[in-house]
């Protein structure tokens, strides 16, 4: 008897699991849209056409305004301890050097506002000694490549104190500049990695501590792997994104079938989504991370509606948009958003995070729901700690919350 309860406890145990939590979005702190000195953006309008960037390290965030160009470093409760400016577009910032400030919480900080030529900035990574990483576009340093483009993206270091230490381009420091950066990060190894998009592929470089180049991979569609049994899908990349361990890429893929309909018509159907791992180290794709099926919703146990028949017609049942993957924790643990199919023409704002063990078990799933009425929101940001955060723009402010 006492084993039967023990097995339905487990059994009740592992159902809690499935079920979705609700987060309450808990509110970090808040910026106002602006052009202050603790402030970002000017006005919703430029700040939409030009994003900031945001990144997260040690219980500090790090934001990078592309408007005003400036960089500032803050608190989880929204003090803003280091501002790293152009002087010619922020002439109201004046810098600062090693000033004490007392948080709410009795916290001692060592403000620091400085002052540099910062020029049209994007991206935005920091290094686990505080170095701080991001794109300049220095407008007196611009080479013509047929078939390429200007190259004029350099990525600046500076130490946690705000003094510029070198910058990087494609063979190291001192070199010439990339031109068509797409993300920075740093490895537990405290290596810089950076993602280029060219025209014949995307290039993964690798840099050490000290700005040597330690690799340079190239990725291309046609290496991904393919089984004999999937020789007939169209495979492409849906997205690659750098990842927190040393030498690994994580590299989404597409596989869709194509047929004809009707003599004439081409359907094509998303079959699955694989996750692979490619090894900086090998030049291989060395494993499966995750495999994303479709998932399908039946529009006939939905109570008819108007809205409905006029956003989907006669059809039954609708694929939902694929879970998208968002990151993995230091327990090796997997984040994928699921987004819902929207069965209203509102702007939709309701989500779930998903997370999975290394064995692909799903162990947890959080519904998230953004406010109504705002402008706008971002992805879901997961750093190695397995702390997950999101912002919003309402009400000319940036909402910074806590998801996990």
């Known amino acids: 008897m006492k084993k039967n309860y023990f097995i339905i406890f487990?059994?009740?145990?592992?159902?809690?699991?499935?079920?979705?939590?609700?987060?309450?979005?808990?509110?970090?702190?808040?910026?106002?849209?602006?052009?202050g000195t603790n402030e970002i953006g000017g006005s919703f309008e430029?700040?939409?056409?030009?994003?900031?960037?945001?990144?997260?390290?040690?219980?500090?965030f790090y934001i990078l305004d592309p408007i005003n160009n400036k960089i500032m470093k803050v608190t989880e409760k929204g003090e803003v301890i280091f501002i790293l400016?152009?002087?010619?577009?922020?002439?109201?910032?004046?810098?600062?050097?090693?000033?004490?400030?007392?948080?709410?919480?009795?916290?001692?900080?060592?403000?620091?506002?400085r002052n540099f030529k910062i020029i049209d900035p994007v991206l935005l990574e920091v290094d686990n000694k505080k170095n701080i990483y991001f794109i300049n576009r220095d407008p007196e340093y611009k080479k013509m490549f047929e078939n390429i483009g200007i190259k004029d993206q350099l990525i600046l270091k500076f130490d946690s104190n705000g003094n510029f230490l070198n910058f990087i381009g494609t063979d190291g420091i001192n070199s010439d500049p990339f031109s068509a950066i797409t993300e920075l990060k740093v490895d537990n190894g405290n290596n810089l990695i950076v993602k280029e998009n060219l025209d014949d592929g995307i290039y993964i470089y690798k840099f050490s501590e000290d700005g040597k180049l330690l690799k340079k991979a190239r990725l291309i569609k046609e290496d991904?792997?393919?089984?004999?049994?999937e020789m007939e899908y169209t495979v492409d990349f849906v997205d690659i994104k750098l990842s927190d361990f040393e030498d690994e890429v994580y590299v989404i893929c597409q596989f869709i079938k194509s047929s004809i309909e009707n003599f004439s018509i081409i359907r094509y159907e998303t079959m699955y989504e694989k996750i692979f791992v490619y090894s900086l180290r090998s030049n291989k794709y060395e494993k499966i991370l995750f495999k994303v099926n479709p998932e399908f919703m039946d529009l006939t146990k939905i109570s008819e509606n108007r809205t409905i028949k006029s956003l989907y017609g006669d059809n039954k049942m609708i694929m939902k948009p694929m879970k998208e993957f968002i990151g993995v924790d230091l327990d090796s643990n997997i984040y994928l958003k699921d987004s819902e199919l929207p069965l209203t023409s509102a702007v939709f704002n309701k989500f779930s995070l998903n997370i999975y063990d290394f064995s692909g078990r799903n162990i947890r799933n959080i519904e998230v729901t953004y406010p109504e009425g705002i402008d706008y929101f971002s992805n879901f940001s997961v750093v190695k700690s397995g702390f997950v955060y999101s912002y919003y723009l309402k009400n000319g402010e940036i909402v910074f919350v806590k998801i996990k």
């Not at 430029?46 to 500090?60: A, I, P, S």
């Not at 919480?105 to 403000?111: A, G, L, M, R, S």
């Open 10 to 35: 487990l059994l009740l145990l592992n159902l809690s699991c499935l079920l979705k939590e609700k987060s309450e979005l808990k509110p970090l702190f808040s910026i106002k849209i602006g052009f």
């Open 224 to 229: 991904i792997p393919v089984l004999s049994s």
């Open 85 to 113: 400016f152009n002087g010619l577009d922020n002439p109201h910032i004046k810098e600062v050097n090693l000033q004490k400030t007392e948080t709410e919480d009795f916290v001692i900080y060592t403000k620091l506002y």
């Open 46 to 60: 430029r700040l939409n056409n030009k994003m900031f960037k945001v990144t997260y390290k040690d219980g500090f």
